[in-house]
């Protein structure tokens, strides 16, 4: 079959060397975000030595071995004290997760961030953490590592779109650094930041994490972050089933963890006090939580450890899934900074500890990681981020198979009982609404050949309007048609008239070449169908007529607004009708059928 010319200029993907100089300035904003990272994870132990230990110290340590007593109730509230001030007075958008933030500026604010927001993020969150507050460092580095990506974008003459390419950059290196995760990183980019599939954005984004990863080895050190003990390669049916058990479970927790957050910013919403003074009201409740429980506080890296080598005794797991979760809900909701990632992974391990003692026995941490990565995939809705987070966290291979059984079933459960993620939801509580779901579009599959009408009235150019007047009023059998081409006696498209024009124009014997409009806009029959929507939105004009090609211009049809919605109909009747396309039949022979019939 011999393509057209319009089927050959068609490819895979819309890509142009424009990725090569985007992609550069990406690796750039990758050695920048892991010296980010590598700022925040010193800050946080800046805070955390000062107001716990009143030493000056940068080296990563827990709140929990501090000998401040009751004093230390009050480290938390003065953090939350000065970042409430700094919201206040700074910006507000340090409030919150980080993710979200950055999910907004993409969709919003065309991927513009205020320089300021750079500076104020990283220090705000690094003084919640560093106060004892039970986040991560992740959430407030994907802000900061997007807002400095933004940065550098509004410093060269850049589309919205590559702005927000090198703003998912920044965030992704960010976390490869932080984590020492390159793959999980561009997985999170993809599954929650870019909002598509294309080689313009993933090129980058890829060569950013890669390069921050990179980097990491030199100024952070290796991973993995959190080594385990071997694992085996198959646990058999009865450990796949307690996969399924573990996903489920881990999807209940997710979706408690969600709405305990939210009911505690629906809490906070109805004080009668500035927001302002929320941080604080939270900094209270985690440091309550820290009396009661120490191992709360803080980013919680070594707890994590702990698990993940089978050490959580009861008293050390049920800490972490009441009092870890309660002040994490309530600090989260009061709208102070910092992230949810290492949370998540704490609390998720907890579960898994407590589901070790009744699953069957598959090594020590088997079932808190297995946890960690359903925990993942259930409340960020991330299936993909949440199992190779959790492999390339302790580079063991052979869990692949339990995290995917598990996260796909926590992902199923969440998806089924949630509207929005944890994440979504904060986006859509400011008013706006984005779907997390990508499939190619209906109209990019569909040509123009496929749904122009054929039976039209197209005039001749040596005609009359007399003529044209004439035709139209005895009827045709194309109803409703209000743009007519205009052809010569090669069929070839010579202009366009309305029947606006037919009927405002005057003059006998006048002919319709002399009121034609020429060079219209048209479509082209081997086109898809997305590319003439663009053309309309472009140019206005909602009905085109249709050529065979664009050199010869042979006028085969017509296409209109409508008849592009009628080819969005055929794809609702795809997804919605259901038939049953193959069908078996039974035929049974035998003696007594085969006999005639008797009265």
């Not at 703003?167 to 490869?176: D, I, P, R």
């Not at 006696?489 to 006998?508: M, N, Y």
Request: with cysteine; hydrophobic share 50%; glycine share 12%.
């Amino acid at each position: 079959m011999k393509l057209s010319p319009e089927l050959r200029k068609l490819g895979d993907f819309t890509t142009t060397t424009r990725v090569l100089p985007i992609a550069a300035m990406a690796m750039v904003i990758g050695v920048i975000g892991a010296y980010v990272a590598l700022g925040l994870l010193r800050l946080i132990g800046f805070f955390t030595n000062l107001f716990y230990f009143q030493r000056i110290g940068t080296a990563m340590v827990s709140p929990a071995g501090n000998h401040m007593g009751w004093w230390a109730l009050l480290v938390p509230v003065s953090g939350g004290v000065i970042i409430g001030l700094m919201a206040r007075y700074g910006s507000e958008r340090i409030r919150g997760h980080g993710i979200p933030e950055a999910i907004e500026s993409i969709l919003i604010g065309s991927s513009k961030v205020q320089p300021r927001l750079a500076i104020l993020k990283p220090l705000s969150a690094a003084l919640s953490i560093g106060t004892g507050g039970p986040f991560g460092a992740e959430g407030p580095i994907i802000m900061t590592g997007g807002a400095i990506g933004s940065m550098i974008a509004q410093l060269f003459h850049l589309t919205s779109a590559e702005r927000k390419t090198l703003l998912v950059a920044g965030a992704a290196a960010g976390m490869s650094a932080t984590f020492a995760a390159p793959l999980s990183a561009i997985l999170l980019a993809v599954e929650l930041l870019l909002f598509e599939w294309k080689p313009r954005s993933l090129i980058p984004v890829a060569l950013a994490s890669a390069t921050a990863g990179a980097a990491r080895r030199y100024i952070i050190g290796l991973g993995p972050l959190f080594p385990t003990p071997p694992h085996p390669v198959f646990i058999g049916p009865a450990g796949l089933l307690g996969c399924v058990i573990c996903g489920i479970l881990a999807g209940a927790l997710s979706a408690l963890l969600t709405g305990a957050v939210y009911a505690a910013e629906d809490a906070f919403a109805r004080l009668p006090i500035h927001w302002m003074w929320w941080p604080a009201i939270g900094g209270l409740a985690i440091g309550l939580g820290g009396m009661i429980f120490p191992r709360a506080l803080g980013v919680g890296y070594d707890t994590i450890g702990l698990l993940l080598q089978g050490s959580g005794a009861i008293g050390l797991l049920l800490g972490i899934l009441l009092v870890k979760s309660a002040i994490w809900s309530i600090s989260l909701g009061s709208g102070t900074s910092g992230g949810v990632l290492a949370p998540l992974l704490m609390m998720g391990g907890a579960l898994g500890g407590l589901e070790a003692l009744f699953l069957p026995a598959a090594g020590p941490g088997f079932w808190p990681l297995v946890s960690m990565g359903a925990i993942l995939a259930g409340t960020m809705r991330s299936p993909f981020t949440g199992i190779v987070f959790a492999i390339e966290l302790t580079h063991d291979i052979n869990m692949i198979l339990p995290l995917i059984v598990a996260a796909a079933i926590a992902h199923t459960f969440t998806v089924l009982v949630l509207r929005r993620s944890i994440l979504t939801e904060k986006v859509a509580r400011r008013g706006f609404h984005l779907s997390r779901e990508y499939s190619v579009d209906p109209l990019e599959a569909l040509f123009v050949r496929e749904v122009m009408r054929t039976r039209l009235i197209a005039l001749e150019a040596n005609g009359t309007l007399d003529e044209a007047r004439i035709l139209l009023r005895n009827g045709h059998p194309s109803r409703g048609q209000h743009l007519y081409p205009v052809i010569g006696a090669d069929r070839r498209l010579r202009g366009v008239i309305t029947r606006k024009d037919l009927a405002d124009q005057c003059g006998e014997g006048r002919l319709i070449s002399d009121v034609a409009r020429p060079d219209p806009v048209v479509a082209i029959a081997d086109e898809p169908l997305r590319t003439v929507v663009y053309r309309m939105a472009e140019t206005g004009y909602t009905r085109m007529p249709v050529v065979e090609n664009s050199e010869e211009r042979v006028v085969v049809g017509m296409v209109s607004l409508q008849d592009l919605l009628h080819a969005r109909v055929r794809n609702l009747a795809e997804e919605r009708k259901r038939e049953r396309v193959l069908r078996t039949r039974f035929t049974l022979n035998s003696a007594k059928d085969e006999s005639p019939a008797t009265d």
